[in-house]
């Protein structure tokens, strides 16, 4: 049965199924509001907003994941359906783990990465929406790739060296196979200009980031901050520049790339933990880690945690929803993305143990 999200003052507390066909663990988990219960979710991914766990297809009709499944080493690519949360079969995965699935509108087709746990590389595919076909576009490569909306082009790292940790740098024009490398060293890709003309990438999750001329492989450095208040949670291409938005504390912040100015969006009752920009920058969703609930000594086991939309011009906040969560556990929202046309709101109820993460998807009003 679908349930209908309720915009209230005050948002009372339930105990919610987390996800259809399933039962609840043994000591089901004390939740608030948190929007709809589609799907169980491939679970890993601690990066952020770097490596996506699920991606919305271009026209937002459906959510492309993998599915939580502890009895057998076979993968699949999988797709649910927004208007009926119906679920459907892309495509078989050979291998254990999808590391990244991004959304491209030259077909359409969902590119996506592959490991072995065992393997140091990886491989890239494509395949159409449709599942009716799959193709193979690198066979060697590190997990991590970007590509812009077109799928013109795809950056991705090479195999690492054993010495220096670090790959080279590769762009894949995906018409004709071509393959060029550019000069530059990298650890993990994040992005690519819209126009597939600059690279993102870095080494260290939220306090360093990196940006890389395709054309000539000239790189500057746009973030680089390893305190542990100031954190960066996301980035927009914006007129062919960087904008940046990081957290300090319980603020939000948007600041130009390669500026020293930065502009303080909001305030909210907690940490940011996960952000999300809509596509026109004129909306922030943030889930921010709030009070302790309840504790055990010195540590603390429920953890409260608000869900709230954030004008990025106004800096008003609209509170939209909340979860208690077992923070002894790392349970928490990750994950959060706004549908392409900013009607709709997803994140990732991360579970650990057997129950596993469960996507949810909100109706903006």
Known sequence: MRRTLTFAPVLLIAFTTACKDSTEPEEPLPTEELGIALEAIQGGGTYGWWWPLYVWAPDGT????????????????????????????????????????????????????????????????????????????????????????????????????????????????????????????????????????????????????????????STVTIWSDDSFERRLVGHRWFGGEIQLLYRESADLYIQDAGSAAARNVATLPGTPETVAWSSDGGVLAAWARGECLRSFWWECEVRQFTLHLIDAESGSVTQIGQGNFLDSAFERPVDLRFSPDGSRLAFVYHRTGAFGPHLHMFELP
């Not at 490991?115 to 590389?121: L, P, Q, T």
């Not at 000069?183 to 200009?193: E, G, L, T």
């Open 62 to 217: 459906e959510i492309f994941y993998r599915p939580f499944i502890r009895t057998t080493h076979d993968a699949q690519l999988m797709a649910v359906n927004m208007s009926d949360e119906s679920t459907r079969l892309v495509a078989d995965i050979d291998f254990e783990q999808v590391y990244m699935l991004r959304a491209a509108d030259d077909g359409p087709a969902i590119v996506y990465s592959t490991s072995d746990r065992h393997a140091e590389n990886s491989a890239i595919y494509r395949v159409s929406i449709d599942g009716a076909s799959t193709e193979i576009l690198v066979e060697s490569a590190r997990s991590a790739f970007a590509i812009p909306p077109d799928g013109s082009v795809l950056a991705y790292a090479g195999p690492r060296d054993t010495e220096t940790h670090l790959s080279r740098l590769y762009v894949l024009t995906t018409a004709d196979g071509a393959v060029r490398e550019i000069p530059q060293d990298v650890s993990y890709v994040v992005d690519m200009a819209p126009d597939g003309t600059e690279v993102l990438h870095g080494s260290s999750p939220s306090s360093e980031l990196f940006q890389t001329s395709v054309e000539d492989g």
